[in-house]
């Protein structure tokens, strides 16, 4: 079995920031799930379909292409909200799920998965699971820094609607809802900046991470 940290949350909580730190301090790959549901909402613009569409979705979801999560083009706020629609067809999520949990399974040492369903649905058996929150003014404040300083400013309020607008859809879809697993450690990033914040999310993970590397290296 590989070793699994299971990192989710909601909009612009910091969870991939934190995944990204965290699989560098381990040495463990990283999947950004929800480049999956970009790329799928990606699909589905670029051939002018209707995201609330099942059937354009689903043909999206069947044709992405997951070397291309590194593309810029899916990182914008139209195609946050779009992935937000595809994703809660059961159908879209089925077609990602085996691509996570082939990553999960040959990933070595370990993989850090970070999304929304990683600890409740695609790794229920995670090592570690963490669900990162803070309040919603505070992620959307977050944002429109990083928009600022990418040169990209816009509306701080139009940011925090949008933002909660794609929680509450991710909140209440029939599948795979946004929810912290039952075993999952939570942390909330209100009052922590990125050092501080990986800092708790390094030492919540590292007892049970440690322990499965010790076991592995036993067996
Ligand atoms: O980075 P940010 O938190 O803004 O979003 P993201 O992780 O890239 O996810 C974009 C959208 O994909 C989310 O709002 C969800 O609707 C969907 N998603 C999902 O349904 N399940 C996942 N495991 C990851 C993302």
């Not at 069947?62 to 899916?74: E, L, W």
């Not at 082939?102 to 600890?119: E, N």
């Not at 669900?131 to 139009?158: F, N």
């Amino acid at each position: 079995m590989t070793i699994v940290i299971a990192v989710d949350g909601t909009a612009a909580s910091g969870k991939g920031t934190l995944a990204k730190r965290l699989a560098r301090h381990f040495g463990f790959a990283h999947l950004d799930s929800g480049s999956l549901y970009r790329l799928v909402a990606l699909g589905v613009v670029q051939a002018h379909g209707d995201p609330a569409n099942e059937a354009d979705a689903l043909k999206a979801a069947r044709a992405i292409d997951p070397k291309r999560a590194g593309d810029p083009v899916i990182r914008t706020a139209e195609i946050a909200n779009v992935a937000s629609v595809v994703s809660a067809f059961p159908a879209v999520r089925a077609t990602l799920l085996d691509f996570q949990r082939a990553f999960a399974a040959t990933a070595l040492p370990g993989a850090v998965i970070d999304g929304r369903d990683i600890g409740t649905v695609v790794c229920p058996d995670a090592t570690a699971k963490l669900y990162v929150d803070a309040a919603p003014e505070v992620r959307a404040h977050r944002r429109w820094l990083e928009l600022q300083a990418a040169g990209h400013p816009r509306e701080e309020s139009a940011i925090l609607a949008e933002i909660e607008a794609r929680d509450a859809r991710d909140r209440n879809r029939a599948v795979a809802p946004l929810k912290p697993a039952a075993d999952a450690y939570l942390l909330d990033t209100s009052y922590l900046d990125i050092d501080a914040a990986f800092a708790a999310a390094l030492a919540l993970v590292k007892p049970g991470v440690e322990n499965a590397l010790k076991a592995r290296q036993g067996g």
